[in-house]
């Protein structure tokens, strides 16, 4: 374990991440196992407490971590999510506390022991940040923006980034490998190439989606609420809106509207208007007496996209895209997170499988491979959703109808049969695969 490791089974003396956010410091972690040192580039000042980011706004929205995001997280540091719940984490059942609005009908609820494990995120960033300034040989450098990467003569390999720090000018700092972690707004794939990206490049469906999230005081049980958590999800096309309710440390509560291709929820009147327009009054009527904590903030995420430098020849070595920057997910399905932690996994495996540091040449080109099949489904999954309403474009796949025809069926059938609902729990929170979905014994319920 690198936190307390006294030996780094060394592929390279330095190793480079752009980017302190989640996928950032979990590739930080990972990297620790096998350089000599690790240096993070964060663009933003050190945070204060446990508050939002100016760069990472998504912040100040709902966030959930799916269950594969916490096996991973304990993973890489032991005892982890224990941490969280000993901090103020709130653990919920996720069929027994939550009541779930979807298509249509309420889901029946029973308690499964699904751990859904509500914090907020500046909450769950301070306790990551806490563990990895455990890892002796990682540094993070904040106000370190980093402007662009230095390719080795022939092209074939980056040797450094540009980085600017405060007001100085521009240095280069060098690295054996480096990890892009800086988001969706990486830049990566265009200084690697030195071309605009495009739609074989960067694969993109525009959603339109908006956020609106205001905090509560107190929790919904407090008030005599038969459930913990709350969500009307949408149901596309006829109804692009969707609400969630969410407890979280301090006894507070978060409160998110949302729509496709709508309107960001930005006063207080709008936020009213658009809880009373989904199906159910459970938003409308708890915002509605709950004390707020604080402002609303809206979000505006314009598209789900997936970066493809698997599809590129002649890519640069000895950089790798996570997280973020490499695939942003329609955040509603609370996948991103967690995939960037198994994305995160992907690369230590990468890594352990080298004999030694001349492997990170080519190291990519298997990486994204993997990559790309380990994010088609939470991509695939959305989509299939999205592509329901007429108005949301992009080339729709062979076979969606389909698959519409069946997510149906298993959404329905989830609401009244608990082994339907379990499995399709555990595809969601992408702990099991979601040929769960397609096993004999829940198909035969879907018939009945
Ligand atoms: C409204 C909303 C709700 C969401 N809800 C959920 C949820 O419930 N569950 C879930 O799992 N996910 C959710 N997500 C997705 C989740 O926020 C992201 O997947 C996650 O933040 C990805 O982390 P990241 O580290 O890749 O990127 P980010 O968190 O965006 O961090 C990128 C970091 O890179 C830094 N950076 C950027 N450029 C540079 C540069 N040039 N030099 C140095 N540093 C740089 C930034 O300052 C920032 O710290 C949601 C997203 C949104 C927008």
Redesign the pocket.
């Known amino acids: 374990m690198a936190e307390e490791s006294a030996e780094v089974r060394q592929l390279g003396r330095r190793a480079v991440v752009?980017?302190?956010?989640?996928?950032?410091m979990l590739a930080a972690r990972v990297l620790s196992e096998t350089f000599g040192e690790v240096i993070v580039?964060?663009?933003?000042q050190p945070p204060e407490g446990m508050l939002p980011?100016k760069?990472?706004p998504?912040g100040h929205?709902?966030?959930?971590?799916?269950l594969s995001?916490q096996q991973v997280l304990d993973r890489l540091f032991p005892g982890f999510t224990g941490e969280l719940v000993a901090a103020g984490s709130v653990e919920t059942d996720f069929t027994g506390d939550m009541a779930w609005y979807h298509f249509g009908e309420w889901k029946q609820r029973f308690r499964s022991g699904l751990r859904n494990l509500q914090q907020t995120?500046p909450f769950l960033e301070w306790h990551l940040r806490r563990r990895l300034g455990a890892c002796r040989n990682v540094t993070v450098r904040y106000g370190?923006?980093?402007?662009g990467l230095v390719l080795t003569p022939g092209g074939d390999y980056v040797s450094a980034v540009k980085?600017r720090e405060g007001r100085g000018g521009t240095e280069e700092l060098s690295a054996d490998f480096f990890v892009d972690?800086?988001?969706?707004?990486?830049?990566s794939l265009q200084w690697l190439t030195g071309r605009e990206p495009s739609a074989e490049t960067t694969e993109s469906v525009r959603i339109g989606l908006c956020?609106a999230t205001r905090y509560y005081h107190g929790r919904p049980e407090d008030k005599g609420r038969p459930w913990r958590n709350l969500l009307i999800s949408s149901q596309l096309p006829e109804l692009p809106g969707f609400g969630v309710i969410l407890s979280y440390e301090d006894g507070k509560t978060g409160v998110t509207v949302g729509s496709y291709l709508g309107e960001a929820a930005a006063t207080e009147e709008a936020f009213l208007k658009q809880a009373q327009s989904l199906p159910q009054p459970h938003v409308y009527d708890y915002i509605r007496e709950a004390e707020p904590l604080g402002e609303i903030r809206t979000?505006r995420?314009p598209a789900q996209q997936r970066r493809r430098p698997d599809r590129i020849s002649r890519l640069p070595g000895r950089l790798v895209m996570?997280?973020?920057?490499y695939c942003?997910?329609d955040?509603i399905y609370?996948?991103?997170?967690?995939?960037?932690a198994m994305e995160a996994e992907l690369l230590q495996r990468e890594l352990s499988g080298l004999a030694n540091g001349s492997g990170l040449d080519t190291l990519h080109r298997r990486y994204y491979r993997e990559l790309v099949k380990l994010t088609d489904y939470p991509w695939e999954a959305a989509l299939t959703e999205a592509f329901r309403h007429p108005a949301i474009p992009g080339d729709r796949p062979p076979g969606l109808r389909l698959k519409q025809w069946l997510t149906t069926k298993i959404y329905r059938a989830s609401a009244k049969d608990e082994l339907v609902y379990t499995r399709l729990v555990q595809a969601m929170n992408l702990t099991h695969a979601q040929s769960v979905l397609l096993h004999p014994s829940v198909l035969v319920r879907l018939l009945r």
């Open positions: 752009i980017g302190g956010s989640i996928a950032g580039l964060e663009a933003d980011r760069r990472v998504q929205h709902s966030h959930l971590l799916l995001g995120r370190a923006i980093v402007e980085l972690a800086s988001g969706a707004g990486s830049q956020y979000y995420i996570l997280g973020d920057a942003r997910f955040p609370g996948q991103g997170m967690s995939v960037a």
